[in-house]
């Protein structure tokens, strides 16, 4: 008989933009659900409302599709051409669903976790408890000052039906909670870390049903994965302690519990965990940074994993991550998010893109920088396609130095400036009088001036055209180019400047350079 494929689900909460870790989990979902050829589901945990962020379901949608990490089924935008649409959400007027075992919103399931609830109440394997806030939080001070665990006390557990029954008459608010085992050790095999072993004893009464009538994660995501057929259970290792209490809750039900799989902390440099105060960790900040959601994606993929012993391979695309992943592989130990690593990584695919599919990534980090705009409003008469045509220059001679999109222009930004202050003795090469470089400019100016169309759009015939000028004495020669095309030490050859900025500029910038030393 063959295996069932599996079903894996990620489940977000929509408090906000998603968290490189979040990234992760679902990225390891897809991967292990592509890989064995299952089914990967995205749902929405958005019952704790206190945290809900208006628009966070749809920017987490667009996060995940946006980096190819698509779902099969659950939760959509309404807007996206989708076969197969089974219902509109009731909350969010712009999502769909796709999927027989929806709603895939928990906030649209609540009656049906309400009545779990109580069958567990009914079957005592839960209780209803009535203290006060005010209550639980003397208990709690108490504990702490006698250097015990804060736990609940379980008053309620034993409450008799009569009193329960009064206590609802009147209204009073109400939590129902899992009635946990004494003394019990819960066993259970984990994908990543082998046997975990955690007593009853180390975690209180759970709470199942809020007073406000919304579930806790720990029953919504048991109820919810049961009913969704998951087989697998792939999330972040800060659940790993619940995870005992959601064994405890498919005994209580009845239901066989699905395998489990806790991922590796991520950790800053530092080794503490990897969070919003440490800097940025949502995936449209790195996105906004220009780092290429490929990048992102073969970097997340590391952060825990890595394809096996003797593996020397670092850039794969989101296919290749798909045949080689697999859990076994993934760490215990927390990962650290190396930023250094992500650059490098981020350099190493912009070196692969081709000229256009670069422009057109970076086309929006051009606009945005002050130079640019400065240029272009000094350059109104030039067409797109011109425009275009000198941004794919630039990009041509930064290509090989950019870590990321946004430094696009920030080395070089004299390709973009109208007029240039001159150090005349910048000018100069080494010991070399005013006279000398006034000759090796003059030169430069004449030998350019009398070249045509062919030589000026031809990098390789300029660079050969220059040398040859340039003979032995390069210094000479070379130097006070490069410094009147640039203005600055430092800057990319002077065969890259003269290509980038075309024979007018060329020409004017040589012309205002000899000025300079004539003076």
């Excluded at 589901?41 to 946006?66: H, P, Y």
């Excluded at 209490?245 to 902390?265: S, V």
Aim: proline share 4%; with cysteine.
């Amino acid at each position: 008989m063959n295996p069932v494929a599996p079903r894996v689900r990620f489940a977000p909460s929509p408090t906000g933009y998603l968290h490189v870790g979040g990234l992760r989990t679902a990225l390891y979902n897809y991967l292990f659900a592509r890989r064995q050829g299952g089914v990967y589901a995205l749902r929405i945990e958005d019952t704790d409302q206190s945290r809900f962020v208006e628009g966070a379901v749809e920017s987490l949608f667009r996060s995940l599709t946006t980096l190819g990490v698509r779902h099969d089924e659950g939760i959509f935008l309404k807007d996206e051409s989708l076969d197969g649409v089974t219902r509109q959400s009731e909350r969010y007027p712009d999502i769909v669903e796709r999927g027989a075992y929806g709603p895939y919103i928990q906030s649209e399931r609540l009656l049906l976790y309400r009545q779990y609830a109580d069958e567990l109440v009914a079957s005592g394997k839960a209780y209803r408890c009535f203290c006060s806030s005010e209550r639980l939080k003397e208990m709690r001070a108490t504990q702490m000052a006698e250097k015990r665990a804060p736990k609940y006390d379980r008053h309620c557990r034993n409450l008799g039906a009569e009193e329960v029954a009064n206590q609802m008459a009147l209204g009073t608010p109400s939590v129902i909670r899992l009635a946990v085992p004494d003394d019990r050790d819960i066993v259970f095999q984990d994908s990543v870390r082998g046997e975990v072993k955690i007593s009853t004893d180390a975690f209180d009464d759970q709470v199942l049903i809020k007073s406000d009538g919304f579930p806790t994660y720990h029953l919504a995501n048991v109820v919810d994965d049961h009913l969704m057929a998951i087989t697998d259970v792939i999330r972040g290792e800060e659940w790993l302690p619940s995870t005992p209490k959601h064994i405890l809750l498919y005994e209580a039900f009845g239901w066989t519990a699905p395998r489990f799989a806790h991922l590796p902390l991520l950790l800053n440099p530092d080794k503490s965990k990897l969070s919003k105060r440490q800097g940025d960790v949502a995936v449209e900040d790195y996105l906004a940074k220009g780092y290429l959601k490929e990048a992102l994606i073969n970097f997340v993929a590391f952060l825990g994993w890595n394809p096996g012993h003797g593996e020397t391979q670092e850039i794969f695309s989101l296919e290749e991550l798909v045949a080689k992943f697999d859990l076994a592989s993934v760490h215990k130990a927390g990962a650290v998010f190396d930023m250094q690593k992500l650059d490098w990584l981020n350099g190493e695919y912009i070196k692969r893109l081709a000229i256009d599919d670069l422009l057109e990534r970076a086309l929006s980090f051009f606009e945005s920088k002050d130079f640019f705009q400065a240029w272009q409003s000094a350059h109104a008469e030039l067409s797109v396609d011109e425009r275009s045509a000198f941004m794919k220059r630039v990009l041509v001679i930064e290509q090989d130095r950019l870590a990321k999109l946004s430094d696009v222009g920030e080395q070089n930004p004299f390709f973009f400036s109208e007029t240039l202050e001159y150090n005349r003795d910048l000018l100069r090469w080494k010991e070399n009088t005013d006279a000398e470089t006034h000759e090796a400019l003059s030169r430069a100016s004449a030998l350019l001036e009398t070249q045509d169309t062919s030589v000026w759009s031809d990098h390789a015939a300029l660079e050969k055209l220059l040398l040859e000028a340039a003979g032995d004495k390069r210094g000479d020669f070379l130097w006070p180019l490069r410094v009147a095309l640039s203005g600055v030490a430092k800057s990319p050859s002077p065969f890259d400047c003269a290509w980038v900025l075309g024979r007018e500029a060329s020409l004017d910038r040589l012309r205002r350079a000899i000025e300079k030393l004539s003076v």
